[in-house]
C-alpha cells in the first residue's frame, strides 16, 4: 500500500542554520505530494504541494521538489526562524484517491 | 472568520462509556474527515463523508462511529469497543472530495480515565 516515511526526529537547530526534513514515498501512480506544518496547540496548515514530477512547491521560505526517480520530497529552508518550531507531516495523495497518507510527522525547534 | 471548530479540547472517557466529539465547519465544505494522531505515527484515517448522509469507513474506523445529518457537522462517537482511544483527534474538510486542501480543526485531546 501507499506509505511515506519522515526523517526521524526531533530535530533541534540554531536561528538561521539551514534546515532538510528528509521524506520518501512508496505509490502506484503519480501521486499528489504535500507538507503540512503543526504549531503547538494547534491543526494541521498546509505548507506547501506540488502534483506532478520535478514540481517544486514553496511557501514561507520553504521550498520542496517532487523527485520521481528518488521517490522523494525533501522539506528545505535556507535560515530557519524560532516561529518555524512546529511538527512537519509528509503526505502524498493518490490521483482519484479520498484520502491523504501521512508520514509520522518531525518535530523541529529552532534556539535563538 | 470561516474555520472548523473542533471540542472539546480535552476529554476523559471513563470503561464502558461512549463519548462523542464535536466538529463544525462554516466553510460550506462537502467533504469532512476525522484523523486519529497518535505519538511517532502520524495521523491515520479514520472516518470521512464526502456529502451529507453519506459516509465511508477509513482505515481505522472499528470503535468509532459518525453522522452526517448537516453539512457543516460531523460528529466522532468514540465507543466502548474501542480499547485504545487515548489519541488526539483531528477533524478535516476540503471543499470536495477532488479538493486536495485540508482545512484542520485544532484537535481534541482524548484520554481515558
Known amino acids: 500500500g501507499d506509505s511515506v516515511t519522515q526523517m526521524e526526529g526531533p530535530v533541534t537547530l540554531s536561528e538561521e542554520a539551514f534546515l532538510t526534513i528528509n521524506c520518501t514515498y512508496t505509490a502506484t501512480g503519480y501521486p499528489s505530494l504535500f507538507w503540512y506544518v503543526q504549531y503547538p496547540g494547534e491543526g494541521l496548515q498546509l505548507l506547501l504541494k506540488a502534483t506532478k514530477a520535478d514540481d517544486k512547491g514553496s511557501n514561507k521560505g520553504f521550498e520542496a521538489t517532487y523527485r520521481k526517480e528518488t521517490t522523494s520530497f525533501h522539506l528545505e529552508k535556507g535560515s530557519v526562524q524560532v516561529s518555524d518550531s512546529a511538527v512537519y507531516f509528509c503526505?502524498?495523495?493518490?490521483?482519484?484517491?479520498?484520502?491523504?497518507?501521512f508520514g509520522q510527522g518531525t518535530r523541529l525547534t529552532i534556539n535563538p | 472568520d470561516g474555520g472548523i471548530t473542533q471540542s472539546p479540547k480535552y476529554l476523559f472517557r471513563k470503561e464502558g462509556q461512549n463519548v462523542t466529539l464535536s466538529c463544525e465547519q462554516n466553510?460550506?465544505?462537502?467533504?469532512m474527515y476525522w484523523y486519529r494522531q497518535d505519538p511517532g505515527q502520524g495521523l491515520r484515517l479514520i472516518y470521512y463523508?464526502?456529502?451529507?448522509?453519506?459516509?465511508q469507513k477509513g482505515d481505522i474506523a472499528e470503535g468509532y462511529s459518525v453522522s452526517r445529518e448537516k453539512k457543516e457537522s460531523f460528529p466522532l462517537t468514540v465507543t466502548s469497543a474501542q480499547k485504545n482511544p487515548t489519541a488526539f483527534y483531528l477533524c478535516?474538510?476540503?471543499?470536495?472530495?477532488?479538493?486536495?486542501?485540508?482545512?484542520f480543526g485544532s484537535g481534541t485531546q482524548l484520554s481515558v480515565l
Open positions: 466553510l460550506n465544505h462537502d467533504a
Open positions: 478535516a474538510s476540503s471543499k470536495s472530495r477532488s479538493d486536495e486542501k485540508l482545512f
Open positions: 503526505a502524498l495523495r493518490r490521483k482519484g484517491a479520498q484520502k491523504l497518507v
Open positions: 463523508s464526502q456529502i451529507v448522509n453519506d459516509f
